[in-house]
């Protein structure tokens, strides 16, 4: 943990759409700027620090899109000031080519935005152009938090940035536990693999789960030091199986168990210090 800052508070982040549900998975999925809005002034009270944006074209589907970023974005402060990090995804769900999905994070210039390793730099022979990318990143104050879908991922990443390939000396990293997949459905011993015994060890890293155990793999997550990232992106339903209502829902209910194991809720300027500090 050479590097990371001293930290007392967990962050709960939400994901209160994703690229692939629509409104038939639940009528309160936001897929609209106006919703976005109304879902991140909800989650804030709930406890959130951090939302994560997807947007959507006209006819409902995932889109990379600088200017719909800009105005989902402006919809977001109009609604919570600057009470929410605002992080918007690089994901390219089979749409865009790595070179497209950088080109819109720079158009864009967010707060923060997520980058799945295997998308961006998928190959030893991508990962000059990945690092020209994330030293624009760090010029233009763009927080990365890099995406990982299994330990090997992060010991890839791990030695990309020993070797200089990631301007930072310390970085941000989302643990992904389970799939889209009903046969992969997260359970929190699926977050032991990346935290073993000489598994890389990160400055700031999340946990996020697909499947009904979400809170409780998150929840798992926060005991062992690690921040949480929750919402309709991932999983529809309560801890108690029952269906959420609202991402406000699944925000209140991780927020809750925090309290009651003792972990403190981080605000986003708290979240903002910390990357402010992984960004030297």
């Known amino acids: 943990m050479t590097g990371a800052p001293a930290r007392r508070q967990t962050a709960i982040a939400v994901a209160p759409n994703g690229g692939r549900k629509t409104k038939a998975d639940h009528p309160h999925l936001p897929t609209t700027v106006e919703e976005l809005a109304h879902a991140a002034a909800e989650c804030c009270d709930a406890g959130a620090s951090m939302i994560h944006l997807h947007v959507r074209g006209p006819d409902g589907a995932h889109v990379l899109d600088a200017e719909?970023?800009?105005?989902?974005?402006?919809?977001?402060?109009?609604?919570?000031?600057?009470?929410?990090?605002?992080?918007?995804?690089?994901?390219?769900?089979?749409?865009?080519?790595?070179?497209?999905q950088m080109a819109v994070v720079l158009a864009t210039n967010p707060e923060a935005v997520s980058l799945a390793l295997g998308e961006l730099a998928p190959a030893a022979?991508?990962?000059?152009?990945?690092?020209?990318?994330?030293?624009?990143?760090?010029?233009?104050?763009?927080?990365?938090?890099?995406?990982?879908?299994?330990?090997?991922?992060?010991?890839?990443?791990?030695?990309?940035?020993?070797?200089?390939?990631?301007?930072?000396?310390?970085?941000?990293?989302?643990?992904?536990?389970?799939?889209?997949?009903?046969?992969?459905?997260?359970?929190?011993?699926?977050?032991?693999?990346?935290?073993?015994?000489?598994?890389?060890?990160?400055?700031?890293?999340?946990?996020?789960?697909?499947?009904?155990?979400?809170?409780?793999?998150?929840t798992a997550g926060a005991l062992l030091g690690g921040h949480t990232r929750v919402g309709f992106e991932n999983n529809l339903a309560l801890p108690s199986g029952e269906r959420a209502a609202s991402n406000a829902g699944l925000v209140g209910a991780v927020a809750r168990?925090?309290?009651?194991?003792?972990?403190?809720?981080?605000?986003?300027?708290?979240?903002?210090?910390?990357?402010?500090?992984?960004?030297?």
């Open 125 to 218: 022979g991508d990962e000059a152009l990945f690092a020209d990318f994330l030293v624009r990143l760090k010029r233009m104050r763009v927080w990365p938090q890099f995406v990982l879908y299994g330990p090997e991922e992060a010991v890839r990443l791990a030695a990309m940035q020993k070797r200089g390939i990631l301007p930072f000396d310390a970085v941000a990293v989302l643990y992904v536990l389970g799939r889209y997949t009903l046969l992969r459905t997260a359970a929190p011993s699926d977050i032991l693999p990346f935290l073993a015994p000489g598994a890389p060890r990160f400055a700031h890293w999340s946990v996020c789960a697909f499947g009904r155990r979400e809170a409780a793999c998150v």
């Open 257 to 280: 168990a925090l309290g009651d194991l003792g972990l403190s809720v981080q605000t986003a300027d708290g979240l903002r210090e910390e990357a402010a500090l992984l960004m030297r």
């Open 68 to 100: 719909a970023y800009r105005a989902a974005t402006a919809c977001v402060c109009d609604a919570v000031g600057d009470r929410l990090v605002v992080q918007i995804t690089s994901e390219s769900m089979g749409r865009y080519r790595p070179g497209e």
